[in-house]
């Protein structure tokens, strides 16, 4: 499998490079701006891209833009954003615009085999959010949520989504047989109005209604921060 990385912090970079080699990746480019790794990726297409969230020459929202970009022009490509802080409207806005995406805490990647299974996930069209989003979203309510249709094991398997986990893996987690976690999911996708259609993810738009941000009436996200702040 074949990965192209951009990160600023040449350090940082060339670590993961270093891991995703080990783990039997191959290394098509490995950059220093966001500008760079799409010069690459039209020169010689990977798999999967992992970019940082904040790179030259604002380090604000490069990362992101670069990722939406590369899914528009490339929707062959999946995209692997890191970032060293829980940004939450990044993870919802990413997933808006790329089915085919993930978003981990760069303190994630010091674990190889996450690292790895995550970019492997991206590749084969899932969506992978870091398990520390996934809980303080958890936390959130809203006026009118439509998780409260949900019943307590629902919420647990969609949290479980969420994280890009299949429902194998869902079922190995919670002790659950293959066909009551296929249960779970169906009731999920019912509840929240996802019935099928044609061309559309309905595990990535379940995750998308998982983590929708609420908002005041000034705009901004209940943590003070306006939408796609860093």
């Given amino acids: 499998m074949r990965v192209a990385l951009a990160d600023d912090a040449a350090l940082f970079r060339e670590g993961i490079a270093r891991l995703l080699s080990d783990a039997g990746f191959t290394i098509t480019a490995s950059v220093g701006d966001a500008a760079s790794l799409t010069s690459a990726i039209v020169d010689d297409p990977p798999d999967v891209a992992i970019l940082d969230v904040r790179m030259p020459p604002t380090h604000t929202v490069e990362g992101l833009d670069a990722a939406v970009t590369i899914r528009r022009s490339h929707p062959a490509i999946g995209v692997l954003l890191l970032s060293q802080y829980v940004e939450t409207q990044h993870v919802a806005e990413l997933l808006h615009h790329a089915g085919s995406a993930g978003y981990l805490l760069k303190e994630r990647v010091a674990d190889a085999d996450e690292l790895a299974d ?13 398990p520390e989003v996934v809980a303080m979203l958890m ?15 629902e919420r647990e398997v969609l949290g479980l989504i969420a994280e890009g986990r299949s429902n194998h893996a869902i ?3 919670l002790v659950l047989s293959h066909k009551t976690v296929e249960t779970h999911v169906g009731r999920i996708l019912t509840k929240l109005d996802l019935p099928p259609v044609a061309d559309t993810n309905r595990r990535v738009m379940a995750v998308l209604t998982y ?20």
């Fill in 118 to 130: 995550a970019v492997r996930r991206v590749a084969a069209g899932g969506c992978v959010v870091d």
């Fill in 139 to 153: 936390g959130r309510r809203r006026a009118s949520d439509p998780l409260d249709r949900l019943t307590a094991r």
């Fill in 171 to 173: 079922g190995e987690r």
């Fill in 211 to 230: 983590l929708e941000v609420p908002r005041t009436r000034s705009g901004a996200t209940p943590d003070g921060t306006a939408p796609g702040a860093p």
